[in-house]
């Protein structure tokens, strides 16, 4: 048996940073900035150290990184991240194997950044990188060289090690031209995908999935501006401008089974949907929301099973899942990894043995120095003193942190106004009035309290269930077995649609402790 731990978006902001010439004591970013954002920075170190500590106990020698290492790309954050992944190298063996994320860095040279952070008084500062260099996120060849002993480069004691390109491990080895849109203009990247055998009978795949496409007649690729953000692009990019790794992946499928070999994949960005097929309902009512442009279209499901790569993990969206795609007698997993620094914070150990793959999925809710933070925050100008400032422990805070997003993001800037309101002004008995679904014992719910919910089963999958008392979630599970087929763009008819895609979440595959089994591809746990 072996044993891997998978930790996704560890978003590493190293509030220990003192930034040149700024006149701080310190890189406390502001709650308003991370009121601001689907993650939390200050957290961020303890959080990943919980993680590492969680990986050490339970004896996994090998950890998957996958992607979005630091936020965001700035060298002092990835000289933070490298340090303590060197510390836990040293004091326990740890080896950790990364994949690029779109928060690691940007092209070929870099962008500037501009972040608010805390003087001691609390008051919010905002910091440029034009005034301070070192602020602004680094270009890929400056990060992959500060980062290249997560896997990037072989290690001794390697029983195999190889790049889409060969066995060079030059940086200067593996570059290809990528095309822009139009096909007229092309620049020289570097893919810093490989596979590496850390462990006898061990294929570790890391696909660089993050590809920066240049625009169409761009010049200048020292100008960030030369390029489409990495963000949104994901697998739909890689087939369209890194076609290569096709061939290559199906060319490492077959070798691993030939060879007897455990395959397991991992790249940034999901290559099935996560979101349990509930994405056209909801471009349906929500237009194209932050996660529903950002699941993989089936064209990507049916290239990337079509490989024979078997199992794939990914991180980027910060949502706990597990997906299937079947494919000619075989299948695809995706499992997709939550981030310790957004809601619900946990990562992954993962059992392989022989056609068995046991996968538990540990909460990282109890963080040592999940506070460190606080005081600052509540001295903060401006913000507001609310209820994630006293949390208890490291979970309560990213669930505080969720409905503060809910609140202030979600359904203000995401939903249809008529929705909104009627989420603001209405009780759950009004909902069940206004859906004709009569249900005996409801609890006595805002709709607050419904949408909330809605959002933390969407993030967390089976792991939302520390979060939602079970009554709410027995009642959620009737309520959606009891809404009528179809729908209108009526406000009844949305709500409708609302409730099909909890129905969807609730219905998920285990994503919580479960086993794969591969010959016969089934799913079992909870
Ligand atoms: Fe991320
Ligand atoms: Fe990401």
Same mark, same amino acid.
């Given at each position: 048996?072996?044993?891997?731990?998978?930790?996704?978006?560890?978003?590493?902001?190293?509030?220990?940073?003192?930034?040149?010439?700024?006149?701080?004591?310190?890189?406390?970013?502001?709650?308003?900035?991370?009121?601001?954002?689907?993650?939390?920075?200050?957290?961020?170190?303890?959080?990943?150290?919980?993680?590492?500590?969680?990986?050490?106990?339970?004896?996994?020698?090998?950890?998957?990184?996958?992607?979005?290492?630091?936020?965001?790309?700035?060298?002092?954050?990835?000289?933070?991240?490298?340090?303590?992944?060197?510390?836990?190298?040293?004091?326990?063996?740890?080896?950790?194997?990364?994949?690029?994320?779109?928060?690691?860095?940007?092209?070929?040279?870099?962008?500037?950044?501009?972040?608010?952070?805390?003087?001691?008084?609390?008051?919010?500062?905002?910091?440029?990188?034009?005034?301070?260099?070192?602020?602004?996120?680094?270009?890929?060849?400056?990060?992959?060289?500060?980062?290249?002993?997560?896997?990037?480069?072989?290690?001794?004691?390697?029983?195999?090690?190889?790049?889409?390109?060969?066995?060079?491990?030059?940086?200067?080895? %593996?570059?290809?031209?990528?095309?822009?849109?139009?096909?007229?203009?092309?620049?020289?990247?570097?893919?810093?995908?490989?596979?590496?055998?850390?462990?006898?009978?061990?294929?570790?795949?890391?696909?660089?999935?993050?590809?920066?496409?240049?625009?169409?007649?761009?010049?200048?690729?020292?100008?960030?501006?030369?390029?489409?953000?990495?963000?949104?692009?994901?697998?739909?990019?890689?087939?369209?401008?890194?076609?290569?790794?096709?061939?290559?992946?199906?060319?490492?499928?077959?070798?691993?089974?030939?060879?007897?070999?455990?395959?397991?994949?991992?790249?940034?960005?999901?290559?099935?949907?996560?979101?349990?097929?509930?994405?056209?309902?909801?471009?349906?009512?929500?237009?194209?929301?932050?996660?529903?442009?950002?699941?993989?279209?089936?064209?990507?499901?049916?290239?990337?099973?079509?490989?024979?790569?078997?199992?794939?993990?990914?991180?980027?969206? *910060?949502?706990?899942?597990?997906?299937? *795609?079947?494919?000619?007698?075989?299948?695809?997993?995706?499992?997709?990894?939550?981030?310790?620094?957004?809601?619900?914070?946990?990562?992954?150990?993962?059992?392989?043995?022989?056609?068995?793959?046991?996968?538990?999925?540990?909460?990282?809710?109890?963080?040592?120095?999940?506070?460190?933070? @606080?005081?600052?925050?509540?001295?903060?100008?401006? #913000?507001?003193?609310?209820?994630?400032?006293?949390?208890?422990?490291?979970?309560?805070?990213?669930?505080?942190?969720?409905?503060?997003?809910?609140?202030?993001?979600?359904?203000?800037?995401?939903?249809?106004?008529?929705?909104?309101?009627?989420?603001?002004?209405?009780?759950?008995?009004?909902?069940?009035?206004?859906?004709?679904?009569?249900?005996?014992?409801?609890?006595?719910?805002?709709?607050?309290?419904?949408?909330?919910?809605?959002?933390?089963?969407?993030? #967390?999958?089976?792991?939302?269930?520390?979060?939602?008392?079970?009554?709410?979630?027995?009642?959620?599970?009737?309520?959606?077995?009891?809404?009528?087929?179809?729908?209108?763009?009526?406000?009844?008819?949305?709500?409708?649609?609302?409730? %099909?895609?909890?129905?969807?979440?609730?219905? %998920?595959?285990?994503?919580?402790? @479960?086993?794969?089994?591969?010959?016969?591809?089934?799913?079992?746990?909870?």
């Amino acid at each position: 048996m072996i044993r891997i731990a998978v930790i996704a978006d560890p978003h590493v902001h190293d509030c220990g940073w003192r930034p040149e010439g700024a006149g701080l004591d310190a890189a406390i970013r502001s709650f308003g900035d991370t009121l601001a954002s689907t993650r939390v920075f200050n957290e961020s170190i303890p959080a990943f150290r919980a993680a590492l500590d969680c990986a050490v106990a339970e004896g996994a020698k090998l950890v998957l990184l996958v992607g979005d290492l630091t936020d965001d790309g700035q060298a002092p954050n990835i000289a933070a991240a490298v340090a303590l992944i060197a510390e836990y190298r040293d004091r326990h063996g740890l080896r950790v194997l990364a994949t690029p994320g779109n928060h690691d860095f940007f092209a070929l040279h870099g962008r500037p950044q501009k972040k608010t952070f805390l003087t001691a008084d609390g008051t919010p500062q905002t910091l440029c990188s034009t005034d301070c260099p070192e602020a602004a996120t680094l270009g890929m060849d400056a990060a992959l060289r500060r980062m290249q002993h997560l896997g990037y480069r072989p290690e001794p004691g390697d029983m195999h090690w190889e790049s889409p390109f060969g066995t060079d491990p030059d940086f200067a080895a %593996r570059t290809y031209l990528v095309p822009s849109p139009d096909g007229g203009t092309s620049c020289r990247m570097v893919d810093a995908s490989y596979l590496v055998e850390p462990v006898e009978g061990l294929w570790v795949l890391s696909i660089d999935s993050n590809v920066s496409v240049p625009r169409d007649n761009a010049q200048d690729f020292t100008d960030p501006a030369a390029f489409h953000d990495a963000t949104d692009g994901g697998w739909p990019t890689v087939l369209r401008h890194r076609a290569h790794l096709l061939p290559w992946m199906r060319d490492v499928a077959a070798r691993a089974k030939a060879g007897g070999k455990h395959l397991v994949a991992f790249s940034h960005y999901p290559v099935l949907d996560v979101l349990a097929g509930t994405g056209s309902d909801e471009l349906r009512i929500f237009g194209p929301t932050g996660l529903a442009r950002r699941t993989p279209p089936s064209v990507v499901a049916e290239a990337v099973a079509a490989t024979g790569v078997p199992l794939h993990f990914s991180g980027h969206l *910060h949502v706990n899942d597990t997906a299937f *795609h079947p494919y000619g007698g075989r299948g695809l997993f995706n499992i997709s990894v939550p981030s310790p620094v957004g809601f619900c914070p946990a990562m992954k150990i993962v059992d392989l043995d022989g056609d068995r793959v046991t996968i538990r999925s540990l909460p990282l809710s109890q963080v040592p120095g999940h506070d460190l933070a @606080f005081a600052a925050y509540r001295a903060e100008a401006g #913000a507001s003193v609310g209820p994630a400032m006293h949390a208890a422990d490291h979970g309560a805070f990213l669930d505080h942190h969720l409905v503060e997003l809910v609140r202030g993001r979600y359904v203000p800037r995401e939903w249809p106004a008529e929705m909104a309101e009627f989420v603001d002004n209405a009780r759950v008995d009004d909902l069940l009035a206004l859906l004709g679904v009569p249900l005996a014992d409801a609890p006595d719910l805002t709709m607050w309290q419904l949408v909330e919910d809605w959002y933390r089963l969407r993030k #967390a999958g089976t792991l939302a269930e520390a979060y939602v008392a079970p009554e709410r979630l027995d009642f959620y599970r009737r309520l959606c077995e009891s809404i009528p087929p179809g729908s209108d763009n009526s406000l009844a008819g949305r709500f409708l649609v609302l409730l %099909r895609i909890l129905r969807g979440y609730l219905g %998920r595959l285990p994503n919580g402790d @479960f086993t794969l089994d591969m010959r016969d591809l089934s799913v079992r746990g909870s």
